[in-house]
């Protein structure tokens, strides 16, 4: 039998940091094979107490180490076409602020982006879509050049990098794609949104009080502390 | 030496544990979802749109939007659970006749995802289901005025205002607006009637939206009351 090496706490500790950084968990189970000779170390009941100690540390890693994994592990793509969520088994989210009767609560940047991926339709459109579109477009009231304006420039290629941003993050590997995906979500977002400047000023007044008003009605946000 | 270094170990230890637990504490849903309604004189559309705005857990994924519309005589169509932030889809509606019920319609649409770090599928659930009411009303009746056309031909011109949002139908002939019919063949038929298709749409908490659409018109021999 070994000694208990006293540096056993610093590489369990070693080992708890380590998914910080890799994303993996490494545990320190040294502690367990290890006895202690009785005149290095104080002992309760024959029991090293630091081995008692390393031992809890180690217990209390491992629990902090399923946390950690959770959140730092790279999106499982496997266990949701296990685990499909479905409205029967999911856990349902209470409401932060429904926009219907609280639409103050609802930030102005919040209701933009969710306006502008709301209109951002493919390029090639059938005529259905383009009735889809019209049905959309005509609430804004915009003039028609503010409209093509609109339509041409400020939503142009919107829809295909979102729904880019979308797949990557559907098949991202580590937290970084994941991470990628969602700033190209938001920088696409971001753009389009600095690009309303370009209509006229009426149109942005149209525009803004459109989503400010009206739409923010149509917007709920859930949530809450992570249960 | 080795009691020191012990020390530090178990201090760094229980800094890190402090540390993963108010990170645990910071961990929040946020999550929006957008059900935007609309219509023209076909279809109604529901376009879902959606974002993840959590924060402290990078484990979120396989996100599926949702958008519904159901109608009646079980009339239903869903764009499923829609991979990504995006669902939408539309429902063509039955033109209600003169004399008949209102229709209703109802649009929901959630986003559901799996969250690594509780281990679970979470929902937003349907709590913004919106009523959308279809009713075809006569809302006007009108006098004619002959014109001539740009060949000195006679034609029949009736104009008015019964198509406001928002105002309650009357049959004033003063109040009309938003509709002009042209009767290719005089004599003029003493009164054209119009009917208008007002959409409502209803949220959770009461609050209501209109727009109306010049529907159809019939030549009148004899006034007629308005329904």
């Known amino acids: ?227 | 030496m080795r009691i020191k270094l012990s020390l530090i170990s178990i201090c760094f230890a229980l800094l890190f544990l402090l540390g993963a637990t108010a990170a645990w504490g910071q961990m929040t849903y946020i999550v929006v979802v957008t059900t935007d309604p609309s219509n023209d004189t076909t279809y109604i559309y529901n376009d879902v749109t959606t974002e993840d705005d959590s924060t402290g857990c990078s484990s979120h994924s396989s996100y599926h939007t949702d958008a519904n519309i159901s109608g009646p005589n079980g009339a239903y169509i869903d764009a499923g659970q829609i991979s990504g932030f995006d669902a939408s889809t539309e429902l063509a509606f039955a033109t209600p006749d003169n004399q008949g019920d209102p229709e209703n319609y109802f649009a929901a649409g959630s986003l559901e995802f799996y969250c690594g770090c509780a281990y679970k599928n979470v929902s937003s659930g349907y709590l913004n289901k919106i009523n959308i009411t279809i009713r075809l009303t006569l809302t006007g009746v009108t006098t004619p005025q002959v014109m001539y056309d740009s060949d000195g031909d006679p034609y029949c011109h009736y104009t008015g205002n019964g198509c406001t949002p928002g105002t309650t139908p009357t049959c004033k002939t003063s109040l009309f607006s938003a509709y002009s019919v042209i009767y290719l063949t005089p004599p003029c038929p003493t009164f054209a009637s119009v009917s208008c298709l007002y959409v409502t749409m209803t949220w959770p908490n009461g609050n209501k939206d209109s727009a109306c659409y010049a529907w159809s018109w019939a030549p009148q021999t004899t006034y007629v009351n308005c329904n």
């Open chain 1, 1 to 227: 039998m070994r000694s208990c090496p006293a540096i056993l706490p610093s590489l369990l500790a070693a080992a708890v940091f380590t998914p910080l950084k890799a994303g993996t968990v490494v545990l320190g189970f040294e502690g367990f094979a290890c006895a202690v000779p009785q005149q290095q170390c104080p002992t309760e009941r024959g029991v090293c107490m630091r081995f008692k100690a390393v031992l809890l540390f180690t217990v209390l890693a491992v629990m902090c180490s399923f946390t950690l994994n959770a959140q730092m592990a790279p999106m499982n793509h496997a266990q949701p076409a296990m685990t499909m969520p479905t409205s029967s088994d999911a856990t349902q989210l209470p409401v932060l602020a429904d926009g219907s009767v609280h639409p103050e609560l609802i930030p102005d940047d919040v209701a933009y982006r969710q306006f502008l991926q709301g209109m951002a339709f493919p390029a090639n459109l059938s005529a259905a879509q383009v009735a889809h579109r019209n049905a959309k477009l005509k609430r804004l009231k915009l003039t028609q050049a503010d409209s093509d304006l609109l339509v041409n420039v400020v939503l142009a290629g919107l829809r295909e990098t979102l729904d880019a941003a979308t797949v990557l993050l559907h098949t991202a590997l580590t937290p970084d794609d994941a991470a990628t995906a969602k700033a190209n979500r938001l920088n696409a977002l971001t753009a389009a949104q600095a690009n309303l400047s370009k209509l006229s000023t009426a149109g942005q007044t149209a525009v803004d009080a459109w989503v400010k008003g009206e739409f923010k009605k149509r917007i709920i946000i859930y949530g809450g502390p992570m249960m």
